[in-house]
């Protein structure tokens, strides 16, 4: 078909070539055709021999053809408009190409002809521009609604019939103010939520428990009580006898006033009444005991260490190395666990008329930047810890009654607001961006302990603390305050004693209480409590075997053989009499040997003193040898062998000449009674 196309284009081209000069060109154009036709003949005869290669496109022939499409049309329109000459042109094929000079010049510069054996795929423009236009009718023709309803299907497909638009609008508030209604009522019940459905007794001792700590994790509990000892629990440890795993007394004849965690829970802080504060690892093991100052210097700033009995300890809630504590002798120092024998800070507490005062509590911000201390003159007193500590960052002289004891100064998880337990009977609660008075105050909460707690729920909607009772007056309370108004909203009796301690763990939500009556109790909800004391419930208490004991019987056989009679049993004395005997049995020591062997020492010159007494002290002042006879046994050696005196009296004097000895009266008499020379050097009246 397109070959009679040709032959058709040609023969007009002959008939009207005056008149129509554009079909010169295409005749110009085509023999350029028919050359580039031939190269690729020849191209495509090479690529035939390779082999298997991936499939390729000519992209310039891909251009050529659009170029040569598109002015065609353009010749086709021409020729309509100014003559009535019916000329067909069609897409050229594969065989008949048209090479644009740009693309041709693009060829020689880079020096390619083709990208593959296979011709590029042909596409009619034509047709593409046609069907596009199609398209784009028929999209103008349809309603703009349609395609908002496709949105807002597409964002949510609606299951079932539609709602009437009537009963949608009156029904729809209703369901949302219930709706409302409820969640608030949950969020109410889950502000106000307290675990205390079920509860838990760990018995320290028979005295009152005044320091309780749990380690972050809430696995390991640290108890303190005024009988000087410290437990350390393990709720995955222990089963259901509740049973502490260590009991230690690390300061001796102390009570203990304070016992905190690090923020890694490796290491235990202890406060006594003693003046050094010790560090056990989370065994129970002694790691460090900090230095005790001269208590002679006036200045405490130039003593080492604290001079007075500990009030309160804590850890630093960011860095595990470093601790405050607080003491009578009016400082709070902070310590490196590394350089327990020197403290790294001093900072004192004065009265506004510069006076020294006790700082009863202290206390880290959760984020470790400020040292909160509470005063015996009734202030409290904060510095920030990235400043020197001589000037405050906040400070409030009354906020509790002058000479009363602020048992505990708690910050709440938000870091904005601070609970204070004062010996007036109050719990405040501050807000240190107003700090001169306080947002809300409770009344008649009676406190006579120096350690009392009070803290903040972890959802920071309650305030927990404990009441104080004369004994056989009551039972101590936990009582449970709104944070924003400190109004009570719940208490519960706890034990016949005063409520010392409390701690509410924010991990596993349990909530512990030290009692005046020695015991810890755990309250804990099975459902939003996690582990903790449920570990410990959860585990059978193991029974104790009871071995049947079978009393041996003696048995008598006179006749048998020595190896298999028995030995008849001895009465009681008897036995002891003969097992003092032996050496093994009575476990006798050794006696001591006159003479060393086997490593022991002798009794002899067994130590210095001996050896001195008995080889010098006692050692005869006279000796009874002869002089004379001493050198006269070297005589024969020396006239043998003379070696010294002889050689050099050799030509002198030849001949040895010696003295006669010449024998007096006293020693005549010494000679013939023969008595010792000691003896004669005593004198007798």
């Excluded at 593409?128 to 609604?145: D, G």
């Excluded at 018995?203 to 350390?232: E, I, M, Q, W």
């Excluded at 048995?555 to 049993?569: A, C, D, G, N, V």
Aim: net charge neutral; charged share 30%.
């Amino acid at each position: 078909m397109e070959e009679d196309d040709l032959d058709e284009m040609r023969r007009m081209r002959g008939q009207k070539s005056s008149h129509h000069p554009e079909l010169d060109k295409v005749a110009e154009k085509e023999k350029r055709i028919k050359s580039l036709q031939k190269g690729e003949k020849d191209s495509n005869e090479a690529s035939k021999t390779d082999s298997k290669k991936a499939r390729s496109f000519d992209v310039s022939t891909m251009m050529t053809e659009a170029v040569h499409t598109a002015r065609t049309m353009e010749k086709q329109t021409t020729l309509d408009s100014t003559a009535n000459i019916d000329v067909k042109v069609s897409p050229l094929s594969d065989d008949e190409t048209l090479e644009d000079p740009e693309i041709t010049a693009m060829k020689e510069s880079f020096g390619f002809t083709e990208f593959g054996k296979k011709s590029a795929k042909t596409f009619d423009v034509t047709t593409m521009f046609e069907q596009a236009c199609t398209t784009a009718r028929r999209l103008r023709q349809q309603p703009a609604t349609s395609s908002v309803q496709n949105d807002e299907d597409d964002e949510e497909e609606i299951i079932g019939p539609a709602i009437p638009a009537d009963l949608h609008s009156s029904v729809q508030p209703q369901t949302e103010s219930k709706e409302r209604r409820d969640s608030e009522s949950d969020k109410e019940v889950d502000d106000y939520f307290m675990p205390i459905s079920y509860e838990v007794t760990l018995n320290h001792g028979l005295k009152t428990v005044t320091a309780l700590a749990l380690d972050p994790a809430g696995a390991r509990v640290a108890t303190g009580c005024v009988d000087y000892s410290v437990k350390f629990w393990d709720f995955a440890g222990m089963d259901s006898s509740l049973n502490a795993f260590r009991t230690l007394q690390p300061c001796e004849c102390h009570p203990i006033r304070s016992v905190d965690f690090s923020a890694t829970g490796d290491n235990a802080l202890i406060c006594s009444g003693n003046a050094q504060a010790k560090i056990l690892d989370r065994n129970g093991h002694e790691i460090a005991e900090c230095v005790k100052g001269d208590q002679y210097i006036t200045d405490m700033r130039n003593t080492k260490g604290h001079v007075s009995s500990l009030n309160c300890g804590w850890w630093h809630p960011r860095n595990k190395g470093e601790f405050l504590t607080c003491s009578d002798d009016c400082t709070l120092r902070i310590w490196n666990v590394n350089t327990p024998t020197q403290q790294k800070h001093v900072i004192k507490c004065k009265t506004q008329q510069g006076r020294k005062t006790v700082p009863t509590a202290c206390a880290y911000s959760l984020d470790g930047r400020l040292v909160t201390a509470a005063c015996q003159d009734g202030s409290i007193v904060m510095w920030d810890t990235r400043k020197t500590f001589v000037n405050t960052t906040h400070m409030n002289r009354n906020c509790h009654a002058n000479g009363s004891t602020t048992s505990c100064v708690r910050w709440s998880y938000d870091g904005i607001s601070l609970a204070s337990r004062g010996g007036d009977d109050t719990v405040k609660l501050w807000d240190i961006r107003q700090f001169k008075s306080p947002t809300a105050e409770a009344k008649d909460l009676e406190n006579f302990y120096s350690t009392t707690d009070c803290v903040f729920s972890p959802n920071d909607k309650l305030v927990v603390t404990g009441t104080s009772v004369r004994k056989g007056d009551g039972q101590g309370k936990l009582v449970f305050l709104d944070r924003d108004t400190l109004t009570k909203v719940n208490e519960i009796d706890i034990c016949e004693g005063s409520v010392v301690k409390v701690n509410w763990h924010p991990r596993i939500n349990q909530i512990l209480v030290g009692g005046g009556d020695g015991t810890v109790r755990v309250f804990f909800d099975t459902e939003k409590s996690h582990n903790g004391a449920k570990l410990s419930m959860s585990k059978v208490r193991k029974k104790i075997k009871q071995i049947s004991a079978l009393s041996s019987l003696n048995i008598i056989t006179p006749h048998s053989l020595p190896l298999y009679r028995q030995k008849r049993q001895k009465m009681p004395h008897k036995e002891l009499i003969s097992s003092r005997g032996d050496a093994i049995k009575s476990r006798k020591p050794d006696m001591p040997l006159t003479q060393g062997k086997g490593g022991r020492v002798g009794a002899t010159c067994s130590t210095l003193s001996s050896y001195i007494s008995r080889n010098i002290a006692l050692k005869k002042s006279v000796d009874d040898t002869n002089p004379r006879e001493d050198i006269l046994r070297h005589a024969k050696e020396a006239s043998t062998n003379p070696y010294w005196v002889s050689p050099a009296y050799s030509s002198t004097q030849p001949k040895l000449l010696l003295a006669e000895r010449v024998h007096s009266d006293d020693e005549d008499a010494e000679v013939d009674t023969g008595t010792p020379a000691w003896k004669k050097l005593k004198t007798t009246k």
